[in-house]
């Protein structure tokens, strides 16, 4: 065999083994497709018209052939936290945390037992501490919420949020997150969406605990904003403190404001349970192309709570039903459209 | 050859194409370390001690072994705009688009013309609007930057930005971004980083175009911010006006206050060019592990500027300087780091 031939027989070895790594990669490619288009991105809910439209929605607008499909740099979804993503009743959970926060305050210094509304708060009489007045509410999360750095704050977060538990459910609060609702997060991010918390919990407050338990990192949190003062500790660090100044109430008409501020674009997906979710679910729907608006209706007593008009807190409206069905929402039922709520159950 | 054998055959010749593809995949991935390794990352660059103390920084806090390590959530990264990515003389961009924005506003509202201060504006007589107080200069900021829709707005900037041109080099202004710190923006972003951009110019106004000149998205520009109003269109649409009430002043304290509402996290990573930008460089350096704090000091008349203390915008004072020096600061000589200064230069 002389030189050419040799050379000639090397190239078609090559040439052999490229060819099979090719078809190797394309067959495993193809693998993985199909393997991807047959599973379920959403085990947790049953079929009916509210999956249907999710799954629908995420079909359409990834289609490049499709009127409305929407270029990955657009895709931005947006969420509510208290009653979209995790149980807001009887109380919300930054409500409970505050509360909680008096009693430490109140080690370190004996005399805040003394004066009110502290002294209400740390009486846990139930019925006194739910006649507080909006002041009184001011008084307690500025006490609880202000006056330390940043990093102090979600430390103290993170501390009772590690130990306090939901009575109900004997289960920390971070286990009373909706699992449907983390399939749906899931489920959008693979599909190249950044998925957005908006919620009018303070921003510090979620922040100490979303990325972990929704995968959503604090740039990705917008929430309501106290200012923050810049300074320095007694070493000559550089330190932000937590002022009793409001830069925004993200409830709402502030949740667009919100969203512009920290976003700066209209999203293409938006999910709600409430008359403060209502402003931010007509800002997405404005856009072009694609869009998808979700409320959440708690109409499951038996596995998490009903609530109706009645309820000051995180309330769903008749109006706003009306409004859902005005200009085709699609609306969660708790009851029908989840096969389970949280990841506890079987 | 019976059964058995012809199975131990086919299970050899599989052995040999899985060990075929893996040696092949394991050289591809060498060839492209070896060619990533070897080119270099900031051609724009002269040699010197700013070009290596930004490479040691990469190479070091991508190590895993390194106790400097960072890991990829935490890599963020903050510039600021003006007089750092790009030209600030003789006068900041936004300045020079709202002063041409009233001439604008005229022609439809020839009345505005009879009107201080829009009449000096209109006059073009310079030594005239270089004495404009901060009261006229608030009044031309909220006939330019408020009171229409924030589509409406950004569509303005894209029009005026896309014709208007800087009489010094007879070039868009979007030209005149330096390419030095393009390289050391997609370098970062090579290495896992978000590049922000953390400005004292309007928000939406940097919105406009940063994402086609600097490939930085809406939601990673942190700028000065006014409050939006929600509300419906003629077509019953909702909407976000821009109104004239500040929410953020994102300059000196007010920049570690907006990379904390926006961001969420302390930078690794910043870079500036004026007192403006201090305290941005004072809180990245307090956190933990390896930090990166840049200044940019326009030391280069002939290709672009040489300002110091006496030039009231944009300054780098001695005071700075001294604080850089003792920091550990990196100090950029535009003069002696930078081999071009913009993409138009050969």
Redesign the interface.
Known sequence: MNEKESSVKSDRAYFR?CR??TL?LCALLFTVVVAHAQSDPLPSWNDGPAKQAIIEFVKTMTDTMSPKYVPP?AR?AVFDQDGTTWVEQPFPTQGVFALHQVGVLAKKDPKLAEVEPFKTVLSGNKAAISKLTVKDIEKILVATHTGMT?EAFQASVKEWISSAKDPRWNRPYTELIYQPMLEVMKYLRENGY?TYMVTGGG??FV?AFA?RVYGI???E?VGS?A????GYDKNG????TKMPKV??VDDT?GK??GI??????RPVAAFGNSTGDK?ML??T??GDGARLMVLVHHDDEKREYAYGPKVKVGTFTDELMAEAKKNGWIVISMKNDWKRIFAFEQ
């Open positions: 083994i099979v790594v190797m740099e931005i940043v950044k921003q510090d922040r990325e990192p604090p740039e949190i904003a200012d923050t003062k810049f660090k550089a330190t932000l830069l925004l008409v667009p404001t512009h501020m920290m976003i700066g674009r402003q007509e800002y729907q404005a």
